[in-house]
């Protein structure tokens, strides 16, 4: 079955601090891999998505992902932290039989001042 | 631009009553998705439509109904709620990216209590 893992239900960094929020995925073919952010009492924010070319992503608000295939990740990282990125995030990978995203199960980003 | 707007905010609902709740989208798209995100299992597709006229089943259909009449609108209906419905729902629609991928853009979310 296609799936997308998110390992950590949380994930604490301190401000000035690089992140990173991992995202491993199973799916047949090639993978179309998306990264949303969700802010308190919000709807999903789209950041990035993987479709093809260069590994590295690079979305809103400095973030960026990298697609590694032997190890079939998509982390998401950003070099330097705000508090302001406190959030939850979630990986979607893009079901190749039915075109319809699975979402991870979301981690909770804390970064602390 | 409003975007995607979901109505309402938030209802708290007794268990056996009927309730719609609705999504409306100005940006013209031909796909509408609905989600309900639970703690622990994050955002799971209830129903799809991928063109006014025609809707398609997720991946947690049952108890839920939908129709699409018309592009911007894409009501989802609780016939008979029942407490395991409690959660909190969200409306997306897809742009049709140039590369042939669909970015989905989320409304502001129903936060549904059945008692």
């Known amino acids: 079955a296609q799936s997308v893992a998110q390992p950590e239900d949380q994930v604490n960094v301190a401000e000035g601090n690089p992140l990173t929020v991992k995202c491993t995925y199973s799916?047949?073919?090639?993978?179309?891999l998306f990264w949303y952010v969700q802010y308190p009492n919000r709807g999903l924010q789209f950041l990035l998505k993987?479709?093809?070319?260069?590994?590295l992503v690079k979305g809103s608000y400095g973030f960026e992902a990298e697609f590694n295939k032997s190890q079939t990740s998509f982390h998401l990282k950003k070099p330097s932290a705000l508090v302001s990125d406190s959030a939850l995030y979630f990986c979607?990978?893009?079901?190749?039989?039915?075109?319809?995203?699975?979402f991870g199960t979301g981690t909770r980003l804390q970064v602390f001042p | 631009i409003a975007g995607i707007t979901q109505a309402p905010t938030s209802q708290i609902l007794a268990a056996g009553r009927r309730m719609t709740l609705r999504c409306t989208q100005d940006?013209?798209?031909?796909?509408m998705y609905w989600y309900r995100q639970d703690l622990g299992l994050g955002l799971r597709l209830i129903h799809y439509?991928?063109?006014?006229?025609?809707?398609g089943k997720g991946e947690v259909p049952d108890g839920y109904s939908v129709s699409r009449a018309n592009t911007d609108d894409f009501p989802l209906t609780l016939a008979s709620a029942v407490p395991s419905q409690t959660s909190v729902y969200f409306c997306?629609?897809?742009?049709?990216?140039?590369?042939?991928?669909?970015?989905?853009?989320f409304g502001p979310g129903t936060r549904l209590t059945v008692l």
């Open positions: 799916v047949s073919g090639n993978p179309y």
């Open positions: 993987y479709i093809t070319g260069d590994n």
């Open positions: 997306a629609s897809s742009a049709v990216a140039s590369d042939g991928t669909d970015t989905q853009y």
């Open positions: 439509s991928n063109t006014a006229g025609t809707t």
């Open positions: 940006m013209r798209h031909n796909a």
């Open positions: 979607a990978v893009r079901d190749s039989n039915t075109d319809k995203l699975i």
